[in-house]
């Protein structure tokens, strides 16, 4: 950028602080209080500026602390693009007409583990909290994936603080996805097969009611699973996985990039691929 | 609720205009313009009142018009839960400690179609912006969910849009969870099989640079495919998935609830579940 601004030398700048990002915009990060006039100011001679650049969005992301800006940004044209707990981040798109800016997340992402062990009997709980509380329904280890945790890293972190069982991750069985699971958000389901590597349950306090070893045709028979198409359809999965025919899910493979050092889990049918 | 209040009789109520939720919250969503002190003390009083009612989460959703409520709401103690371009949804915790608030989506999720015709020739396209632009990199046809969109469905529109080939959804034959792929966010990339039900090719003007049929040896010859760990696995399955041993993805199926008309798609391995 040819100018920058802070707290203290913003009335001698002509132009907020931004940082190119890799698809022709400027990204605005604002750390420090500013008088909101001065603010709508510097934001107007900004936006003039970068459209001259030929720039195309604009971020800019408040920290929750510097709410008072929020309203001269919408002022200038800003939409809502994004928002965490601590921050917002308002995003502009200087060209007009349909934009490519990239969409905000619209999925959450949640498992549900079948461990079972050597006796045929799976891990199951009853929660204390949300719909299921109170039915006596016992149902596998389920839980939400967070922003940035691998989905076989959250299968067996579920079933450890839910239960303290230890467990290494097999594969991804199945998966469902669903729709307004919240507010407009969609939801996919994963349901992961873990191997127990550790067999004395103790239950989490503050989120499960109870905790325990049931023989797979126990769980199956409860009045509730046998009413889920769903969940009809999970125990022939896990029926068939344990069974001596066989079923394949997704097992996870470690890639890297050529270009990066990232790497990520690619859940494939390695059985299948194996066999060529 | 006990009390409401809108725009034009505001002065003469004392509590926001909530709606309950099935977890023992409230939610308010705000239509009219109100006077931001006045906001602010409805504010105060009506979360006295909710706590004395033993409500757990508040909700206020905001819409961009109302961007002049930010801040009063942040200053009686909301944080950001979540936005989109045209509402700011802030969340208030009254209980104290840990909250047990839903989770903000996480995810983006992005599919990848592999679309083969009776010649052994694979779909491909050069894309005209982003990464690949310039490059003259032949790739799958790619596209993001939206939100609500079923992953089948998304595929689907995809290689419609981009080629104008009509085709039908076979399966999910893997899937790659990545991370802060977009600001903090994740990403699921679903490659998804699909058979053409016409062949003639009619690329997009504004995204796709070129489109053809190209032999699958070529595709893989790629140099950069090549160099990609991850785009050699997509070729080894994509040649077993067409190949004479075979292999299995996940093939969707809709599941309806005992309890709600809402109909999912669950994707398994149907091939080894009949087998059974």
Known sequence: MSASVNSSSATVNKFLNGINDNYGGVVVQMNEPMDPQLFASLLKSSISHWRQQGKKGVWIKLPIELANLVEPAVKEGFLFHHAEPNYLMLVYWIPGGANTLPANASHRVGVGAFVMNGKREVLVVQENSGRFRGTGIWKFPTGV???GEDICVAAVREVKEETSIDTEFVEVLAFRQSHRSFFEKSDIFFLCML?????????QESEIEAAQWMPLEEYAAQ??????ELLKYIVDICSAKVG????HGFSPVLTTSAFSDEKHYFYLNSVDLKRQ
Chains 1, 2 share one sequence.
């Open 145 to 147: 994936v967070d922003e």
């Open 195 to 203: 191997r127990p590597l550790s067999f004395d349950i103790q239950k």
């Open 244 to 247: 001596t025919r066989g079923y």
């Open 223 to 228: 009045p509730y699973v046998q009413k889920q």
